[in-house]
């Protein structure tokens, strides 16, 4: 699929990238950034809170450019969700060029979740090498000279946070799980889910689980749970909590291109391969700044 900007996926946090060369032939050069930070929606938790202290880039021909951040470890990422960002940095003069490697430093001691079924009770959240080399999201982004570049980095948890097994750092580990999208080139998918032939049909109690909507990269896609080799790009709730009894999702900060979607209302765990149940499988064609509709009916 052809696609006008990398999805870049968090890489174990110790590996390097190759440096590339800079697109900018004047070394004094300058643009300008912003960076924000969205979640994909989860259904277990009703808070995660990411205690983030910097965000640093790393220039393909120079040194790492650190940033710090004031006042995130009081958002609860759960909040940034169906295209809601939060600032980490807006409008920072940069060089210009090639980047290889952005990176998100954690303090881990301010960092927690907490679950739906206990909200009063924050649980430790542990980010492996957090507050040393950070969450780390490789791959090539440029910043062009004399423009401003806004791009957002969806933070999936989903995907990223994980019950560990045996013994362990914290209640709950944050494994690498970061997209980084240019805002200039994206879109989003949304639409309804019908609750008496699809809802009604396919999830047990819809009061307490109403299912996921699930967007995989390219047309023609076979549908897959998460952690399996054929997963999702984000998977996201499907709710009722706008307008009760009407069930609609988002997938926001899709780049153009093609997509498949699927709703499946079995539980999904991150960490077991399991076998779902889909239906309404369909493609989807995303454009820029378009939000397209699809109805599970």
Same mark, same amino acid.
């Given at each position: 699929m052809n696609r006008s900007?990398?999805?870049?996926?968090?890489?174990?946090?110790?590996?390097?990238?190759?440096?590339?060369?800079?697109?900018?032939?004047?070394?004094?050069?300058t643009g300008?950034?912003?960076?924000?930070?969205?979640? &994909?929606? &989860?259904?277990?938790?009703?808070? /995660?809170? /990411?205690?983030?202290?910097?965000?640093?880039?790393?220039?393909a021909?120079?040194?790492w450019i650190t940033f710090p951040l004031d006042?995130? #470890?009081?958002?609860?990422?759960?909040?940034?969700?169906?295209?809601?960002?939060?600032?980490?940095?807006?409008?920072? #003069?940069?060089?210009?060029?090639?980047?290889?490697?952005?990176?998100?430093?954690?303090?881990?001691e301010n960092s927690f979740v907490t679950l739906v079924d206990n909200p009063d009770a924050p649980l430790t959240l542990a980010v492996p090498s957090g507050e040393q080399?950070?969450?780390?999201?490789?791959?090539?982004?440029?910043?062009a000279a004399d423009t401003s570049t806004?791009?957002?980095?969806?933070?999936?948890?989903?995907?990223?946070?994980?019950?560990?097994?045996?013994?362990?750092?914290?209640?709950?580990?944050?494994?690498? &799980?970061?997209r980084l999208v240019n805002n200039l080139e994206v879109g989003s998918i949304a639409g309804t889910v019908d609750a008496s032939t699809v809802i009604s049909t396919q999830c047990a109690d819809a009061a307490t689980y109403?299912?996921? /909507?699930?967007?995989?990269?390219?047309s023609g896609a076979t549908p897959d749970d998460l952690g399996s080799e054929n997963e999702p790009l984000v998977a996201v709730p499907v709710s009722d909590e706008d307008n009760p009894g009407t069930y609609?999702?988002?997938?926001?900060?899709?780049?153009?291109?093609?997509?498949t979607v699927s709703y499946s209302c079995s539980a999904d765990d991150n960490e077991i391969d399991e076998d779902l149940t889909f239906v309404g499988t369909q493609d989807v064609m995303v454009e820029v700044n378009t939000e397209k509709t699809v109805n599970f009916e």
């Open positions: 900007l990398k999805l870049f996926t968090v890489a174990a946090l110790a590996a390097g990238v190759a440096a590339c060369g800079s697109d900018s032939s004047d070394s004094d050069a300008t950034v912003s960076f924000g930070l969205t979640d &994909a929606p &989860a259904t277990e938790f009703s808070n /995660v809170t /990411v205690a983030f202290t910097e965000i640093q880039l790393k220039p021909d120079g040194d006042g995130f #470890e009081t958002v609860n990422l759960l909040d940034l969700q169906g295209g809601v960002t939060e600032p980490l940095i807006t409008d920072e #003069e940069v060089v210009a060029g090639n980047y290889t490697q952005l990176r998100l430093i954690v303090d881990t080399s950070g969450l780390k999201l490789q791959g090539e982004f440029v910043v806004d791009f957002t980095i969806d933070f999936d948890v989903q995907k990223a946070i994980v019950n560990p097994a045996g013994q362990a750092l914290a209640d709950y580990m944050l494994r690498p &799980a970061l109403s299912g996921m /909507v699930y967007v995989y990269e390219g609609t999702y988002k997938a926001a900060f899709l780049t153009e291109g093609n997509y």
